[in-house]
C-alpha cells in the first residue's frame, strides 16, 4: 500500500513496503526529484537500512551460539508496515519483530518510521525501541537516491557534491567485490569543498567518508544552483553512491554503522552499531533533505 502526503510545495509517496520514499514531486511543475527505481539500473528509491548497514561476512552473525543469515543492509528495507496515523504532511508507519524478523535478528524490537514535510524540506525520522530484556545492538542508515541529472538538458559533468564547509575528509577503504571494510583509511582531498560527478565515479562502488565536521552535503547543478540538501551533522559515516556506469542518481547515504570488516569474527555483540539499547530504552535519528530546486 502507498500513501501521500502534501503540503503546498510538495507531494510525497510512501510505501508501506520496507517504509520506503518513492516519490518526492514538485508541485508547481511536476517534476520527480527522487531516483525513478528502474530495475534496470537500480530497483529502489530510499531504502532504510536496520538492523545493520552494508554486508556481513559471509553473509552471517553469530549471536548466543546460534548462526543468523542476512543480505546487505538488513531486512527493513524488505518488510510490510502497518499504518500507525497519518496527517495531511505527515505520516508514521510501524514494524515490530515477528516471526519472520525473529528468523533474522533475534530480539523484540519495534521500529516507527515518519516522514514530515515543512516547506522544501522533508524530514525521516527512526525511533527504535527495544521491547525485550536483553540488551539489542543494531546499526542503522539512510540511503536516499536522487536523480541526476535533474532535466534531459544536463549531463552528470554539470553536477557536483558540495561540502557546505571546507573539509578534510577520512575515506574508510571497503573491497570492491565483497563490499567489507578492509581496515585502510585515507585523506581523500585537504580543505576542499567540491567533488566533481561523472559517468565515472562510482566505477569502483561506494564512498564512504568520515571525520566531516559539516553541516551538510549537497548535490548542486553547477550553472543554475539547483540542488538537493542533505543534513549529515551529527552522522559519523557518509556515504556516496550510484550504480556503475552512466549517472542516473546520486546517493548521499548518512549512516550510524559501517558493513563488516575483513577480520571481522562474526559475533553480533563485536560488531560496530549504533546503539545498544537495554529493556524499554529507545534511540531516534532524524535525516533532512532539502529539495531547493
Request: glycine share 8%; hydrophobic share 40%; proline share 5%.
Amino acid at each position: 500500500m502507498e500513501w501521500i502526503i502534501e503540503n503546498e510545495i510538495l507531494r510525497v509517496t510512501v510505501s508501506g513496503h520496507g517504509a520506503e520514499l518513492t516519490s518526492v514531486c514538485k508541485k508547481e511543475t511536476g517534476e520527480e526529484l527522487l531516483w525513478t527505481a528502474d530495475p534496470s539500473v537500480w530497483g529502489r528509491h530510499a531504502p532504510l537500512l536496520f538492523p545493520y548497514c552494508g554486508k556481513l561476512k559471509d553473509g552471517r552473525y553469530t549471536h548466543k551460539g546460534t548462526v543468523y543469515e542476512g543480505g546487505g543492509h538488513g531486512f527493513a528495507r524488505d518488510m510490510d508496515y502497518v499504518l500507525e496515523e497519518k496527517a495531511d504532511d505527515r505520516i508514521t508507519l510501524k514494524l515490530e519483530a515477528n516471526a519472520l524478523t525473529m528468523e533474522k535478528y533475534p530480539f523484540a524490537f519495534r521500529l516507527l518510521v515518519t516522514y514530515e514535510l515543512e516547506g522544501s524540506v522533508v524530514r525521516h525520522k527512526v525511533c527504535v525501541a527495544n521491547e525485550g530484556e536483553e540488551e539489542m545492538p543494531f546499526g542503522i542508515g539512510f540511503h536516499p537516491a536522487f536523480l541526476c541529472p535533474f532535466d534531459a538538458q544536463h549531463k552528470a559533468e554539470d553536477y557536483v557534491v558540495r561540502f557546505s564547509e571546507p573539509q578534510t575528509p577520512t575515506q574508510i577503504m571497503t573491497g570492491q567485490n565483497d563490499g567489507l571494510v578492509t581496515g585502510e583509511r585515507s585523506v581523500y582531498f585537504e580543505q576542499q569543498t567540491e567533488i566533481a560527478m561523472s559517468d565515472e565515479i562510482f566505477a569502483h562502488d561506494s564512498i564512504c567518508f568520515t571525520d566531516l565536521s559539516c553541516a551538510r552535503m549537497s548535490l548542486v547543478e553547477k550553472d543554475t544552483g539547483k540542488a538537493v540538501h542533505v543534513d549529515v551533522q551529527g552522522f559519523p559515516y557518509v556515504l556516496l553512491w550510484s550504480a556503475a556506469g552512466p549517472l542516473h542518481f546520486v546517493c548521499i547515504e548518512p549512516w550510524m554503522s559501517l558493513p563488516d570488516a575483513r577480520d571481522a569474527d562474526g559475533e553480533w555483540s563485536h560488531k560496530p552499531c549504533a546503539a545498544v539499547l537495554g529493556e524499554g530504552e529507545q534511540y531516534e535519528v532524524t535525516l533532512s533533505m532539502e529539495f531547493a530546486r
